[in-house]
């Protein structure tokens, strides 16, 4: 099964929480606070495996979560941090956010790696919240949620060669002779509906790896047929080698045939026409074969000069399909290897930087009834992350909506003793002149 496609769902582990403890010891007067830090979230990793093909493992397995830190201990202990979740794609996948459609990685070598989903990070012991003024706090946070987010998997096959052209031209029958590959044959339309790799061994000690790609038709570039389904699949391959039927066995005229083609290249991307391209002339044991071959080479030498090389083969005699893998080898061996990095859409793919927070956190409070709500991304991150259990994090936290002008715009807006407020699910009621409760 070749699945190229797939949407998953990833999740960086929460932070470990903070704990609030005492250092109680015989003969040691005042210890003081000692709680330790909770351990960081395991971070979701994408590594590249090339002994990978396709993203049939994600059709089964479709959440990835990253364990969670671990509690701050006692005596000032941190707590251990979550291992990081490894997980193996091909080469040749690309990463998309589901929610913005951002291309978040594409990951093309062995080994690589890129972090999807970042872990949170721990929360604070009581023994960081120590001050002259407040000596032993009985104070800690949780953990921050770990990243979350779903994204979608396309998988672009990784293959030096690359067969194109018309359904039933002979590209599978071509790939099964050349290699050890054992693609769908048969004498109809879209035998070839997933893409097909195989290894070919010219003979000489050099090699190279062939895809034989689903069957092209007029219309692809906007979805028609397999559309996009197989042209994505291109733009990996270094060079093309364009199977065209010479004997017209389908009604068809051959150089017609090259010319749609090329154009549906052309148009799902503009630098696929630039892709160095050798013409397969097939079907030579073929009746009307070497009448067709005579003409089509006056067409494109009209057209594009000595530029294309073209090759008549069999691929059921196996005529001339030796000299063809050598000249792809040769043609292969003088392309550099960062020729398929050129031709992706490098200038579309999206830089994340790190966007530094607002000095001053915002806010704002709107009515409902008899109820305040305020509104704040910091505070609504502070509320998750303060363990409200204690009298020292409820001033902390009436301290911070004080220094941050939550209490002044409240009294513009008309809140009194006894008014709920209310920040996500967390309720409370003002007190004039005094502290939240």
């Known amino acids: 099964m070749f699945v190229d496609k797939t949407k998953i769902y990833v999740k960086g582990g929460d932070g470990g929480d903070g704990l609030v403890a005492f250092r109680r010891e015989k003969y040691v007067a005042m210890g003081g606070p000692a709680g330790g830090d909770g351990g960081h979230g395991g971070d979701v990793i994408f590594r590249v495996d090339e002994g990978l093909r396709t993203l049939v493992d994600f059709r089964y397995q479709k959440h990835f979560k990253a364990s969670r830190g671990e509690k701050g201990r006692n005596k000032s202990q941190h707590g251990a941090n979550a291992e990081h979740m490894i997980v193996r794609v091909p080469p040749g996948t690309v990463v998309i956010d589901d929610d913005t459609q951002e291309v978040i990685a594409d990951l093309t070598r062995n080994g690589q790696e890129v972090v999807i989903a970042k872990g949170g990070r721990g929360g604070r012991g009581n023994m960081r919240f120590a001050t002259p003024a407040n000596p032993a706090p009985e104070l800690a946070e949780h953990g921050e949620e770990g990243q979350e987010r779903w994204v979608v998997l396309e998988l672009k096959v990784m293959a030096d060669v690359g067969l194109v052209g018309f359904p039933s031209v002979g590209k599978s029958t071509l790939l099964s002779v050349v290699s050890g590959a054992k693609p769908k044959i048969g004498a109809y339309h879209f035998t070839t509906i997933t893409p097909n790799l195989g290894v070919v061994d010219i003979g000489d000690g050099r090699s190279f790896v062939m895809a034989d790609l689903p069957g092209l038709i007029e219309g692809a570039s906007e979805g028609v047929g397999l559309g996009h389904e197989f042209l994505r699949h291109i733009e990996r391959t270094r060079i093309i080698i364009h199977v ?194």
């Not at 503009?270 to 067709?292: F, G, H, S, W, Y």
């Not at 000299?323 to 579309?348: F, G, I, N, R, S």
């Open 244 to 437: 065209v039927d010479m004997a017209g066995t389908e009604g068809r005229d051959p150089f017609d045939d090259w010319v749609k083609i090329n154009d549906e290249l052309r148009q799902y991307n503009e630098k696929l026409a630039e892709r160095p391209q050798i013409v397969a002339a097939n079907k030579m044991d073929m009746p009307q074969a070497e009448e067709n071959l005579e003409a089509f080479r006056e067409q494109v030498r009209a057209l594009k000069g000595d530029e294309i090389e073209i090759m008549p083969i069999s691929s059921l005699t196996k005529q001339g399909v030796q000299e063809l893998l050598y000249k792809a080898m040769d043609m292969l061996e003088q392309l550099p290897d960062t020729h398929v990095e050129e031709v992706a859409d490098v200038e579309e793919r999206k830089i994340y930087r790190y966007n530094k927070k607002e000095e001053k956190p915002s806010f704002t409070v709107r009515r409902e009834n008899d109820t305040f709500v305020i509104e704040s991304e910091a505070i609504e991150g502070m509320l998750k992350r303060m363990q409200m259990t204690s009298h020292d994090a409820i001033l902390r936290f009436a301290r911070t909506l004080r220094r941050m002008g939550v209490d002044e715009e409240l009294r513009k807006r008309g809140a009194e003793d006894g008014t709920i407020i209310r920040i996500g699910d967390f309720e409370f009621e003002f007190v004039e002149g005094s502290s939240y409760y």
